[in-house]
């Protein structure tokens, strides 16, 4: 069992907020979310919505253009108050990050071994001999058969998949209590999607590490999340866990995200799907962002942002009209 | 069982050369070359919408591009109405040009971004004479309507428009010429979720409205089940299963449909699973396999499964897959 809401959580976001352009454009806004321990937390929405830029901001490797501001509580300290020196150890130690495109995290022209042997020297105190031992091991733990051989081979020598499967080698290196994902599996066919998916879930469970694991595929969050967070136009609009979300929506968009991808039962039947198309984010309607798609937008939605409010612990909705949208029950 | 068939591919191959020097000579083998096509046979019937899924590289696209004959069949040929494509030319090529026609992925790459949107769809109308110039106009607010663009749209560029407009954009030129057959290659998978429902709801429309018959194109399981009446799952460059949807997706007779169903994740967190749907990967299309081509990943895979290919053959009705195990996933015989 993971996830239980009583445990202190391991991280604490409160109302990080990163902005591009001296504040022009507003990427992420006022989000704030918690991580427990062994749990793996969904982070959900579609292309634009900030989802990248937030699990950026958590580690600050968002590029120099950009200003963050908020908190991010790690141990008892504000990631985004730390010294360099303190950051480092965090950063890639404590909490490391995979990508959607390997490809293009990953060196090209230094070997395997030498990319995980620079994680081991960072983050452990291991001699040479420890160190190629514990990447032959690594590789194994990921599932890369043959380890002694294709630890020198070079990433352009792997399938998607195994660079995949490489990229989360080096990241388990510095036994990370937290690992960030973004859309590791987007790139990947759904077979090996399955497998990397799966890897994650088993190494959460045998290294009891945290993950977020952020996607744009409902399917994923379904099949992998304890908990999930619905973004729409840089905010979180809904949070609570995977069953509690999909069985009951309480925010409009979430309702119609939900009622947009096919399922049995929907065959050759029209989808429940959503007006117009997410807004540009230097061009956010005034009150709640979703209204001019929202076939439950009032006055109010109109005028005012509507602030996410907590209706459980680690449940919680951004929604004027939420009584309507349960009324019109879930779609899934 | 009469069907009326309009398109029927008979066993076809299509292999791209690789170029010589990218693979260093190879001293006593064939001439290295991408294997995409590896003997294809499935008939089309006339106002059906036929699913082709499967992974990338299993050769989806060269199948849609073979079928509208912007690729010519190395092996095999595909009949249109009884007629080999390869060998119509004249007025009767110009005809299967306009009936069949093809709406690609990319909705930014195949639209001209230098026409406006009135060009674009008056071009498609006088290459095949659909119109007398004077009725153009109209036609072209028509179109846009049956796609549900505002008529303003026609004096816009594409870069103008979203992505899900763009892709209505290329929905009314290929039916500008009135085709009987769409084939789509990867319709909505540029889309995000919200905008691909809206775009698959269009089609569902246009097709009762006019007609049509469409061979839907896709690596998303969960869009193909949705749209398709029947379904064909091909895995390296062959059909290994084809049969009607419910059938294909309650039943699946084929243990590579079967892991491709398990891998897809539903929207239904209360059925999870943690066993892996298939180890290993995709093979290499230049170096396939001997025998049955799933057997490097195949979890049932058989001495015989080695070194004898299976062929499609029939498994309940109107349902063929291609494995040597023909009680494989038969619900009547398995508990
Ligand atoms: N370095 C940057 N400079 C300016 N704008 C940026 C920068 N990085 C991101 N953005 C903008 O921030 C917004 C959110 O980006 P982000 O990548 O987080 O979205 P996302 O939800 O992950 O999108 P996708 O699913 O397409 O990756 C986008 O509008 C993006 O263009
Ligand atoms: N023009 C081409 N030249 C060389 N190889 C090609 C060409 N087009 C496709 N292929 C190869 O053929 C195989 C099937 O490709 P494709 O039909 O595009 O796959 P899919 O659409 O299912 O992803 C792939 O291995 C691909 O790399
Ligand atoms: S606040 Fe209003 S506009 Fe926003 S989702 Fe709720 S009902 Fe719709
Ligand atoms: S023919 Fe053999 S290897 Fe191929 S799918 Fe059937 S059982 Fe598996
Ligand atoms: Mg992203
Ligand atoms: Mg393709």
Redesign the interface.
Known sequence: MSGPKTTEPVLDVRNLTATFGDGELTAVNDVSFTVGSGEVLGLVG??GSGKSVTLRSIIRLVPASGDVSGEVRWQGQNILAMRDAELRGVRGGQISMIFQEPMSALNPVLPVFTQIEENLKAHTDLDGNGRRARARELMDMVGIPDAARRLKEFPHQF?G??RQRVMIAIALASNPRLLLADEPTTAL???????I??LI??LRDELSMSVVLVT?????????CDRMAVMYAGRIVETGT??EV?AQPNHAYTR?????????G???S??????G??PPLDRIPPGCAFNPRCEFATDACRATVPPLQDLSPGRSVACFNRDSVVAAGSP? | MTQDVLITAEDIGKHFPLPQGVVSRLSGRPAPAVHALNGVSFQLRRGETLGVVGESGCGKSTLARCLVRLHECDEGRILFEDQDISALSGTARRAFNRRVQMIFQDPFGSLNPRMKVRSILSEALSVHKMRPAADIPARIAELLDLVRLNPDAADRYPHEFSGGQRQRIGIARALAVEPEVLVADELVSALDVSVQAQVVNLLLDLQDKLHLTVVFVAHDLRLVRHISHRVAVMYLGKVVEIGPTEDLFSAPRHPYTKALLDAAPELDPTRRSRTVAARGELPSPINLPQGCLFHTRCPHALDRCRTERPALTPRSPDHEAACHLTEFGNPETTT
């Not at chain 1, 066919?189 to 497998?195: F, K, N």
């Not at chain 1, 029209?270 to 007006?275: A, G, K, M």
Request: hydrophobic share 40%; charged share 20%; glycine share 8%.
């Open positions: 579609e292309s399938s998949g195994m066919d759904v077979t090996i999607q399955d497998q998916l799966k879930l088993d744009h595929d409902l399917g994923v969050v379904a099949a992998t995977v069953s999909f119609g995200l939900l009622g947009s991808v096919p399922h049995a929907t065959e050759r029209r989808l429940l799907s959503i007006d198309t997410p899934v």
